[in-house]
């Protein structure tokens, strides 16, 4: 209940509870903190009158900052702003943490990396996150290479242990839903050029359950498990720097009734950025309800700025362009944390890479405050005159087909934005089935 007295939608467990009835509905989940993302995801739940999932990985916000610099509550402020700015309601808003466990502090001992974890779950569950996905899988410094089954349930135990602690402080326990598992690479994508993919097998699905489910019953949480609605396991779905691993539901036939027997559980895809737009409503139709998508998002925001600044190359005198490819090629090579021991190959194929590639490392870059500057006088340059739109026919085609048919402005913000959705409309259409989207040619489709 609301301070109202107005009962509050828990919009998951409705998913969730509809899938299971057999609705072939799911929710995709933006995994990115760029405010022009997450306002594109916002304009896209405003058109499909949904509610919207937006998740903040460990890595990009925690306790210190993460490297967007900003900490769980200052994100929430971020989306509430967003969706206030479009009359969004916040209760239509849900938000997630992501791979939340001691991935941040992996060089330091366990028990330090354990603490801070725990502190970065309180964090987020203090700030009203209500979907938290609990990760221990990875190993510290004194631990094994590959940490085995008990020792993550275990520790996934203690983390939610303490994420129930901060919401009965916060007074929100009815409304926190977990997810376990992580049968995926790194956050973000492939590090390594990837060959073949292979779902992960039933027993392995069930052994997580098994193992999780005795753990929790363990520190005495054995009636916590309906508010685990999903588990993370690997459809064989991945993209590297140059190539995306494509769904392929003939190989998991077995894997995907696991959950049969689970009322309140679903699968939850990580890494379904660049999918098709039949396999994604494949996955949706074969339990994988959520939907993670994020490098995905920026890369198609990269795109269009870069057809900006193309634009701008035609129209706006040398002195006074924002030169934004250089800054940020200038940016990556100035501090090359981000993408240095992610890309091979040589100077030309390391360049390619840095700008062009589907793991989208240029993404760390757009906070860099030089890449900022040069972003926003990319937009002011480009509003105080009109786009010609053969111009935008060569370089957004996409975009100038809504532009002709009256559905778009031809302002530089707006097009970057309906590019963003581009990337956003195959998951509503996937997820919401029933909804009606915008084409790709300004059309609408059922």
């Not at 050029?193 to 019953?217: G, N, Y």
């Not at 339990?287 to 995905?296: D, E, F, Q, R, T």
């Amino acid at each position: 209940m609301d301070e109202e007295g107005t009962t509050v939608v828990n919009h998951l467990h409705d998913t969730i509870r509809r899938h299971k009835a057999g609705e072939v509905v799911g929710i995709y989940s933006v995994c990115s903190a760029h405010p022009t993302v997450i306002e594109a995801s916002i304009l896209q739940a405003v058109e499909d009158a949904t509610y919207l999932l937006i998740e903040a990985t460990s890595n990009q916000v925690d306790q210190f900052g993460g490297y967007t610099g900003l900490r769980p509550a200052g994100f929430r402020d971020l989306v509430f702003t967003l969706a206030d700015k479009h009359g969004f309601p916040r209760d239509q808003v849900v938000l997630g943490g992501d791979h939340l466990g001691p991935n941040r502090w992996q060089s330091q001992l366990a028990a330090e990396a354990m603490r801070l974890a725990e502190d970065l779950v309180t964090a987020y569950v203090e700030a009203g996150y209500t979907k938290i996905h609990l990760d221990c899988s990875m190993s510290c410094a004194d631990d094994p290479v590959v940490l085995g089954d008990d020792t993550v349930a275990t520790r996934t135990a203690r983390l939610l242990e303490v994420a129930e602690e901060a919401a009965h402080r916060a007074g929100s326990t009815d409304e926190i839903c977990y997810v376990i598992g992580t049968e995926v690479p790194t956050p973000g994508g492939a590090h390594e050029t990837l060959h073949q993919l292979t779902p992960t097998s039933p027993d392995a699905a069930q052994s997580t359950l098994e193992r999780h489910r005795a753990a929790f019953e363990k520190v005495g949480l054995e009636g916590i498990w309906p508010q685990i609605i999903a588990m993370v396991v690997q459809p064989a779905v991945e993209f590297d720097h140059l190539q995306v691993i494509d769904y392929d539901r003939a190989g998991t036939k077995k894997l995907r009734t696991v959950l049969d027997g689970e009322a309140t559980l679903v699968f939850e895809a990580h890494s379904t950025d660049y999918q098709q737009a039949p396999r994604l409503a494949e996955l949706v139709a074969d339990h994988w309800a959520i939907l993670k998508v994020g490098p995905g998002l920026t890369f198609a925001m990269r795109e269009a700025l870069f057809a900006l600044a193309r634009i701008e190359d035609e129209i706006v005198p040398a002195g006074a362009r924002s030169e934004l490819v250089d800054v940020l090629e200038q940016r990556m090579l100035a501090k090359p944390c981000y993408w240095k021991g992610y890309y091979e190959g040589d100077a030309a194929e390391q360049k390619i890479a840095r700008r062009f590639s589907y793991s989208d490392r240029l993404r760390y870059y757009w906070p860099d405050l030089e890449v900022e500057v040069a972003e926003m006088r990319l937009y002011e340059n480009l509003s105080i005159v009109e786009i010609p739109l053969p111009l935008i026919s060569q370089y957004l085609p996409e975009q100038y087909a809504r532009v002709r048919a009256g559905l778009l402005k031809a302002t530089p913000r707006d097009l970057v934005i309906d590019k963003i959705r581009d990337a956003l409309r195959p998951y509503a259409s996937a997820c919401f089935p029933h909804t009606r989207h915008v084409t790709q040619t300004g059309g609408r489709n059922a």
